[in-house]
């Protein structure tokens, strides 16, 4: 069975950093691009980020080139979105989803809320 | 691409059929997925390539169309459909999703 399952999400400052993981069981992570894709309170879903099955490619939305970073560790079967100056907009449950296109599989999603 | 989603709301009854349309601001071809998103439970892809049902979805859902314009379509409403839908277009980066379509039981 496909399991994603996301950490590391709380409060935070605005200005401030944060990273979240994403531990992928019941299939072979090496084998998948994975994504990040997050949805504001009463909002709907926002792509955020989408990594290569072997980490060569990344891409960003707008909103969060330059502050958020995509990572993996196939070795550890384990997903990465460090985010850097974190901004109030950026205020979310954040999903981590298996798929470069569609996203065929979703964790349960971490809440990350930005506010002083 | 923006992806356009009608209705935002959509009320009906067990046993009823239903469809959801959505709009891309241009052609994606055939590149569109529909998800379900329910309280408490992962989202979980329905369709994907427009209307090749994922592994695991029953039968009763359906989708349509190419280019511009889609829909979902749920024949014999049941109790566990009930639930927000979303469109995705993943035919170029970024990939958008629509709106949402809450499906409320009547």
């Known amino acids: 069975e496909v399991q994603l399952v996301e950490s590391g999400g709380g409060l935070v400052q605005p200005g401030r950093s944060m990273k979240l993981s994403c531990a992928a069981s019941g299939f072979t992570f090496s084998n998948y691009g994975m994504a990040w894709v997050r949805q504001a309170p009463t909002k709907g879903l926002e792509w955020v980020a989408t990594i290569s099955y072997d980490g060569s490619s990344t891409y960003y939305r707008d909103s969060v080139k330059g502050r958020f970073t995509i990572s993996r560790d196939n070795a550890k079967s384990t997903l990465y979105l460090q985010m850097n100056s974190l901004r109030s907009e950026d205020t979310a449950t954040y999903y981590c989803?298996?798929?470069?296109?569609?996203?065929?599989?979703w964790g349960q999603g971490t809440l990350v809320t930005v506010s002083s | 691409v923006q992806m356009t989603q009608s209705p935002s709301y959509l009320a009906a009854s067990p046993g009823e059929s239903v469809s959801i349309s959505c709009k891309a601001s241009?052609?994606?071809?055939?590149?569109l997925a529909w998800y379900q998103e329910k309280p408490g439970k992962a989202n979980k892809l329905l369709i994907h390539?427009?209307?090749t049902l994922q592994s695991g979805t029953p039968s009763r859902f359906s989708g349509s169309g190419s280019g511009t314009d889609f829909t979902l379509t749920i024949r014999s409403l049941e109790s566990e459909d009930f639930a927000v839908y979303y469109c995705?277009?993943?035919?170029?980066?970024?990939?958008?999703f629509g709106g949402g379509t809450k499906l409320e039981l009547k």
């Open positions: 995705q277009q993943y035919n170029e980066y970024p990939p958008t």
């Open positions: 989803t298996r798929g470069k296109y569609s996203f065929a599989y």
């Open positions: 390539s427009g209307s």
């Open positions: 241009k052609s994606i071809s055939n590149n």
